[in-house]
């Protein structure tokens, strides 16, 4: 039987193939309930995917952005947690950071994930102690161990508010549509760390997440918890993901905030 990595590796692939097609069509895009847009490629990825892997692993569970939750979910001690397309807007305005992101969760932490961005070419996978790898090679965080210089991935306008209680330093700031694409380039060391200061659930972290592991990176919320999965409640308040040495120093300007989830 395939494995679970190669299986989901290869429905990323082939998912990614499809949410392009459906896109060269034109997509129609809309509001879900709270306001963030979803597309029909969103729609059509999402039951893509739950048809492909639940036919493969019909005894998994299933926790997607884009689908109903089931509380069934949670009696199941591996599941599949996704994100069809993660960074929507990007893929409707065609920019390229969007990506496909399929986690494998064994009782609460993920076993497998891979990160798909078809767009760039880029394939993130990663197996729990078999390390990561950005299209067949090993990667690894990189060794920053200033605030000061360092590449971030955030709001460039969130590091410039007056209420810090000590003013961020210089730094290179750039964003990327897809939560799931920022942390994979803090594994691969492009960048040094990402900070989002707002809610995340699940399936925007889980494949994420394993891969920063696997690369050396650390990946908590804003308090320095590490992130557990397939909860009652999947969402998150936030999400620091930085070079093992940036890390600590980040989580000192930012622990003291309390934030909703």
Known sequence: MIGDLALIEAAAREVGTEARRLKAQGLTVWSKDG?????????????????????????????????????ARLAKSR??????????????????????????VEDGRPVA????????????????????????????????????????????????????REPWPPMTIETRNSIAYRMCLVADGRFDAALALSGKSEWDLAAADLICGEAGAVSTDHKGSAFAYNRINPRVPSLIGAAPA??????DRVRHIDLPN
Request: glycine residues 10%; charged residues 20%.
């Open 35 to 71: 306001g963030s847009p979803v597309t029909n490629a969103d729609i059509a990825v999402d039951s893509l995917l739950k048809a492909m892997l639940g036919e493969a692993r019909p005894d998994y569970g299933w926790l997607s952005e884009e689908t109903a939750d089931d509380p």
């Open 79 to 104: 599941l599949f947690v996704v994100d069809p397309i993660d960074g929507t807007v990007a893929f409707f305005k065609e920019k390229p950071w969007w990506s496909v992101s399929i986690a494998v």
């Open 113 to 164: 994930g891979v990160v798909h961005a078809p767009d760039l070419a880029e394939t993130f996978v990663a197996t729990l102690g078999g390390g990561a790898f950005l299209n067949g090679q090993p990667i690894r965080a990189s060794d920053s161990g200033a605030v000061e210089g360092c590449r971030m991935l955030g709001d460039a306008p969130m590091f410039r508010h007056p209420a810090w």
């Open 246 to 251: 940036l890390h600590p120093l980040i989580l």
